[in-house]
């Protein structure tokens, strides 16, 4: 009986001993190891058993009774309950901003686990210190984390983590995480990630589009080097590498100015919604026509953006979320390329 049960006492950790106790104890009955009605090891077994005192478990059975996981029958001893409470998988989903995609891979998770988990979300806004307290805060309350890694320093340059953000990443049980939208973490163990290549995906993406691309003379990304919410260099290093080894003159900008020096022949990339929202304004005001004298492309697809007509380099939001509930849900620990799309429409 004692063997079956799944009891994990890290020494080192601050969470203290009976709390471990109790997420061990309700973690294996979230997941089917121990059976409705089963019985479990005594308050002394146990205590004996994973070399702890008394006062320990017993306070854990008492918060595990309080929890209606366990029973107790007098002169019988302590048996499984769940409820449905513990039969859901509890997820604690931290993302770095509030941005229309993240909340788009946010409802499609949601979606995805359905009636079988309770998710809290909680937002960062790309600062260090508030994520290393959100963590902090809700180390060993949840079933499973869902982090989405980026930060920006001093000068709003995108980072993808710090020495203090990868200390409390590897304060989680690596099976009880999984890292969403970044693949440049130095995490050990075998976890759970499902994410963009942003240097490969845009340069892969470019090439669909290449025959359309022909027509114009020069390229142009407009890369918001000064965003509140700064976006990876990647991005950059996959558009030079493109116009290099193609052969594309090239131009990388901060943003869409006004009065821009509008030329025919010129398609541009942009990533922030004002970019491109500045940028058909001017097109429009010039009498000039979008897909013919100037070429657009945007970073990120949106149902306004399909209903425009305007040509879009994506990553798949709701496969993202989705593929994130299914490896909760199969207790899944791969790394999952997420699918990444070239959408032409009429803006090129």
């Given at each position: 009986?004692?063997?079956?049960?799944?009891?994990k006492?890290n020494e080192?950790?601050?969470?203290?001993?009976?709390?471990?106790?109790?997420?061990s104890?309700?973690?294996?009955?979230?997941?089917g190891?121990?059976?409705?009605?089963?019985?479990?090891?005594?308050?002394n077994?146990?205590?004996?058993?994973?070399?702890?005192?008394r006062d320990t478990v017993?306070?854990?059975?008492?918060e595990?009774?309080?929890?209606k996981?366990i029973?107790?029958v007098?002169?019988k001893g302590y048996?499984t309950?769940?409820?449905d409470?513990?039969?859901k998988i509890?997820?604690?989903?931290?993302?770095?901003?509030?941005?229309?995609y993240?909340?788009?891979i946010?409802n499609a998770?949601?979606?995805?686990i359905?009636?079988?988990?309770?998710?809290?979300?909680?937002?960062y806004?790309c600062d260090?210190?508030?994520?290393?307290?959100?963590?902090?805060?809700n180390?060993?309350?949840?079933d499973?984390?869902?982090?989405?890694?980026?930060?920006?320093?001093?000068k709003l340059?995108?980072?993808?983590a710090?020495?203090a953000?990868?200390?409390?990443?590897e304060?989680?049980?690596?099976?009880?995480?999984?890292?969403?939208d970044?693949?440049?973490?130095?995490?050990?163990?075998?976890?759970g990630?499902i994410y963009q290549d942003f240097?490969?995906?845009?340069?892969?993406?470019?090439q669909e589009g290449?025959?359309?691309l022909?027509k114009?003379?020069?390229?142009?990304?407009?890369?918001p080097?000064?965003?509140?919410?700064?976006?990876?260099?990647?991005i950059v290093h996959?558009?030079t590498?493109f116009c290099g080894?193609?052969?594309f003159?090239?131009?990388v900008?901060d943003?869409?100015?006004?009065?821009?020096?509008?030329?025919s022949?010129?398609?541009?990339?942009?990533?922030?919604?004002?970019?491109?929202?500045?940028?058909?304004?001017q097109?429009n005001?010039k009498?000039?026509?979008?897909?013919k004298?100037?070429?657009?492309?945007s970073?990120n697809?949106?149902p306004?953006?399909?209903l425009?007509?305007?040509t879009?380099?994506?990553?798949?939001f709701k496969?993202?979320?989705?593929t994130?509930?299914?490896?909760i849900l199969k207790n899944?620990?791969?790394?999952v390329?997420?699918?990444?799309?070239y959408?032409?429409?009429?803006?090129?």
């Open positions: 009986m004692i063997q079956k049960l799944n009891i006492i080192s950790s601050r969470i203290p001993k009976y709390k471990q106790i109790v997420e104890i309700t973690n294996d009955i979230a997941k190891k121990l059976e409705i009605g089963e019985k479990i090891p005594s308050i077994e146990l205590s004996a058993s994973c070399y702890l005192s017993e306070k854990a059975y008492k595990l009774k309080n929890k996981a029973i107790s007098k002169g048996y309950s769940k409820t409470l513990i039969s509890s997820i604690f989903f931290l993302v770095n901003k509030p941005s229309y993240k909340m788009s946010y998770f949601v979606n995805g359905g009636v079988n988990g309770h998710v809290t979300l909680s937002i806004h260090e210190t508030l994520f290393v307290r959100a963590l902090q805060k180390l060993g309350a949840f499973y984390y869902v982090i989405m890694p980026h930060f920006k320093d001093e340059a995108h980072v993808s710090t020495d953000v990868l200390k409390e990443i304060r989680i049980p690596k099976d009880k995480l999984i890292i969403l970044n693949n440049r973490l130095e995490i050990k163990g075998k976890y990630s240097k490969d995906d845009l340069y892969n993406a470019l290449i025959d359309k022909r114009y003379d020069k390229l142009i990304l407009v890369y080097r000064k965003s509140v919410f700064p976006y990876p260099m990647r996959g558009f590498r080894e193609f052969g003159d090239s131009e900008l943003e869409i100015y006004d009065d821009m020096e509008l030329n022949k010129d398609v541009y990339i942009t990533i922030e919604e004002m970019d491109l929202v500045n940028l058909v304004r097109i005001a009498n000039m026509v979008l897909g004298d100037v070429g657009i492309i970073y697809d949106t306004l953006k399909e425009l007509g305007i879009v380099i994506s990553t798949d496969a993202m979320g989705e994130t509930a299914y490896m899944k620990t791969e790394k390329k997420n699918v990444f799309k959408i032409e429409r009429n803006s090129v």
